[in-house]
């Protein structure tokens, strides 16, 4: 018995036929150029000539007249295999191009996991909005179990039960402190000669110019310096710790702490959290010493300000206060950029592109609440009369 299907398609001559022997047994034939582009029969034409045929108990290939083929090929074999197994019908594979055979053995060395195919289907709006709202919950018991969790570490540091490397430590110390150093110098200095800049320009129309060291000393004091060098930290401390969390997440580092009984709170967050609560007033001070310097080259350059003139209306304007606040910004900020990268670092999925996220997400989290927490200081600094 045979059965044929030919492509009508000009820029092709695929053909399949099928011959149904005595016994039961099938050969599949195969010739032509069976590409995507050639836009051959497929596993539909040979499945349909196989059933035209009857019952059989195996099938064979004989493909020594093909003259190309590629994933199509390969693809629509693939699926003649499954259906005949589904069947119970043996299949050789003996006449199949040696390319061919070893492309396939590949696809079927593994079973397909169940479940491993994505769903099509459409959920309905109630079932994202419930979906949305689970993980939302998830998120933030995760989020206030995190927070929990490096409570009682810090709080086992103070009395002095936290189990850490102080390698770590130092490496971390070294990081957030001497290495941000550069990033810090220059924004800090720009940061004060724009204040001064725009400040001179208003300031000249009322021949106001002394005044800019009051603008600059004071801004730099309470907001800037704080908000800068926490917005720099974020983006390359933050950064950085969800990076590595991350990578050891993806390791399987983290676990395998775990497992061993180490504590991952206080011998990977804990160091991170400490080297940034040292460091940020330090680099806060630095950077109002750095912005205040910015704002006396442009006092003396361009205003005409004496250095001695700009030192005395800088002093009188600032106090311990303004410093106070400034620092005690620093230590909160520090506090928000440790614990949001060592959060998504420590959320992040197993794969590269999640660690590249959480580093995204590390960085976006830190500068959106170190901007809300700054207007909170401003609300109740006012209320309180400072």
């Known amino acids: 018995m045979s059965v044929a299907m030919s492509d009508v398609d000009n820029r092709s001559n695929a053909d399949v036929t099928f011959q149904k022997g005595a016994d039961g047994v099938g050969i599949v034939t195969v010739s032509g150029a069976w590409t995507l582009r050639a836009d051959a029969p497929g596993a539909a034409g040979i499945l349909s000539a196989m059933g035209a045929a009857g019952t059989l108990r195996s099938i064979g290939f004989e493909a020594s007249g093909l003259t190309g083929w590629d994933s199509t090929f390969v693809t629509a074999a693939l699926q003649v295999i499954a259906q005949c197994k589904a069947q119970d019908i043996e299949v050789d594979q003996s006449g199949l191009p040696a390319g061919a055979q070893r492309l396939i053995a ?10 491993a195919r994505r769903s099509r289907s459409q959920d ?7 979906n949305a709202t689970i993980q939302t919950y998830k998120g933030v018991l995760d989020t206030v179990t995190f927070l929990g969790e490096a409570t009682i570490a810090l709080a086992r540091f103070c009395v002095g039960r936290a189990k850490f490397r102080r390698v ?6 070294e990081a957030c402190g001497p290495k941000a150093l550069p990033i810090v110098t220059l924004i800090s200095v720009l940061i004060g000669l724009i204040l001064a800049f725009v400040g001179a320009i208003q300031l000249r129309q009322f021949g106001a110019q002394l005044y800019v060291a009051d603008l600059v000393a004071i801004a730099m004091a309470r907001e800037m310096a ?12 933050g950064a950085a710790f969800a990076a590595q969390l991350g990578t050891m997440q993806v390791n399987e580092e983290i676990d395998a702490f775990r497992t061993l009984g180490f504590p991952p709170m206080e011998f990977l967050v804990l160091p991170r959290m400490l080297a940034l609560i040292f460091m940020m007033p330090l680099l806060c001070i630095y950077a109002n010493i750095l912005g205040i310097l910015g ?24 106090t311990l206060v303004d410093f106070g606040i400034g620092v005690f910004k620093g230590v909160v900020f520090g506090v928000v950029i440790a614990l949001s990268g060592c959060l998504k670092g420590i959320q992040s999925g197993r794969s590269a592109s999640a660690v590249g996220d959480a580093a995204t997400a590390a960085v976006v989290m830190s500068i ?11 609300v109740v600094t006012s209320l309180i009369g400072i």
């Open 106 to 115: 590949l696809a079927t060395a593994v079973p397909e996991r169940q479940g």
């Open 124 to 130: 309905g709006f109630f079932v994202r909005v419930g």
């Open 168 to 173: 770590d430590l130092m490496i971390a110390l």
């Open 226 to 237: 704080a908000i800068m060098t926490g917005i720099i930290m974020s983006g390359r401390t």
């Open 295 to 318: 704002g006396a080259i442009v006092g003396v350059g361009m205003l005409g300000l004496t250095p001695t003139e700009y030192y005395i209306q800088t002093v009188n304007s600032v």
């Open 368 to 378: 959106v609440l170190i901007i809300v927490l700054d207007g909170l200081f401003a």
